[in-house]
């Protein structure tokens, strides 16, 4: 997908003047604001209906921008940022006080990434400074892989001189993998397109939160609950999964699984999608749980891909989404 300079300009004077621009990036669609103007990004907050105490990522154009936002940075950040971005990778440094501290929802440190998508790029280097966008839902809710998504659960809270830019459909699907970098050791907060093994690779340690708690601590925000649609979300492993489907509630069933996984349950499923790959499984996910409300069924059956690659990111989101099913005002 081509950056259209007509539509950049337009963007970027759009954020210069304080508004919201929607981006699209290869992870989800971003809800964006010009990150060291205070006001644009306490828009997002009220926009999305986020707690302002839950941090923003700030979206930058390259390893360069560490200094501008970050002090004391382990020596492994800068080689974790060379090797992944642009790219599916957020870091989590310690933030220059001077800046930054509204998109940080107050906290000492600060969520970066530099994303690979030709439009958001186009976006952040003409703006000259950094975009802070969470993914364009409303809180607690899917995230949009389509400017569709965005326009039908966005479009009524956005107002006059905000954008939505159209970048077609997102290349990997789930949001991006969050590192703690403020120890010796990075931490995976959230499991993305970059794995666990990838980041070791380039370290030669990765760590992982001890417990919920811990998670809590590192990553505000990220919750039990997540990624929720309307829909029951029941999970299984593929050896289960017939049983789960003989006795998921009463109404039409969804089903979300790999292309290879035959259902044999003595009763109707909707194949909402038939990936062949845990890729295109994250790529179609969250279309897939839009589609299971747009069809209004009464529960959605999630294989669970094996936790390799990507996969472990699927089997992340859907066991949020699953919790957050039960409780429709989390998040
Ligand atoms: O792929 C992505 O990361 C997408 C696209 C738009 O870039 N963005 C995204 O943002 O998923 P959001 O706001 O939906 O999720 C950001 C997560 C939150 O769970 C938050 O806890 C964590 O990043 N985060 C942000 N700043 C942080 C900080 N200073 N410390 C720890 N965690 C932080
Ligand atoms: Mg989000």
């Not at 007509?6 to 963007?11: D, T, Y």
């Not at 001077?98 to 929802?105: C, R």
């Not at 089903?255 to 790959?277: G, I, N, Y």
């Amino acid at each position: 997908m081509e950056a259209d300079p007509a539509g950049i300009s337009h963007a970027v004077a759009a954020l210069r003047d304080g508004h919201l621009v929607v981006l699209p990036t290869e992870t989800v669609y971003g809800l964006g604001a010009d990150a060291t103007n205070d006001s644009a990004v306490a828009r997002i907050f009220a926009v999305k209906g986020r707690p302002t105490d839950h941090p923003l990522i700030v979206h930058v154009a390259g390893v360069h921008d560490l200094d501008t936002w970050a002090v004391n940075v382990q020596s492994y950040v800068e080689k974790l940022a060379h090797r992944f971005w642009p790219g599916p990778l957020t870091l989590v440094v310690q933030r220059r006080t001077a800046i930054g501290s509204v998109a940080a929802g107050g906290a000492p440190t600060i969520a970066l990434r530099c994303p690979e998508h030709p439009v958001a790029r186009a976006v952040i280097d003409a703006l000259g400074c950094g975009v802070a966008a969470p993914s364009a839902n409303l809180f607690g809710r899917v995230s949009p892989t389509s400017a569709e998504h965005v326009l039908s659960e966005l479009g009524d809270a956005l107002s006059e001189g905000d954008l939505i830019l159209d970048g077609g459909e997102c290349a990997i699907g789930v949001e991006s993998t969050i590192v703690d970098c403020t120890g010796d050791i990075p931490v995976v907060v959230r499991p993305g397109g970059v794995t666990e093994a990838q980041i070791a690779e380039v370290v030669g340690s990765v760590a992982r939160p001890i417990n919920d708690l811990d998670l809590a601590v590192r990553a505000p925000g990220t919750l039990a609950a997540h990624y929720a649609p309307a829909a029951r979300v029941l999970l299984a492993e593929p050896l289960e999964a017939d049983a789960v489907i003989a006795a998921a509630p009463p109404g039409d069933v969804g089903l979300l699984c790999l292309v290879s996984f035959v259902p044999t349950a003595d009763r109707l499923v909707h194949r909402l999608v038939a990936p062949s790959t845990v890729e295109e499984y994250a790529q179609d996910l969250y279309a897939a749980l839009r589609r299971a409300d747009d069809l209004q069924l009464a529960a959605v059956v999630a294989v669970l891909p094996p936790a390799e690659g990507i996969g472990v990111a699927v089997r992340d989101r859907l066991s949020r989404a699953a919790v957050g099913t039960a409780s429709p005002n989390v998040g």
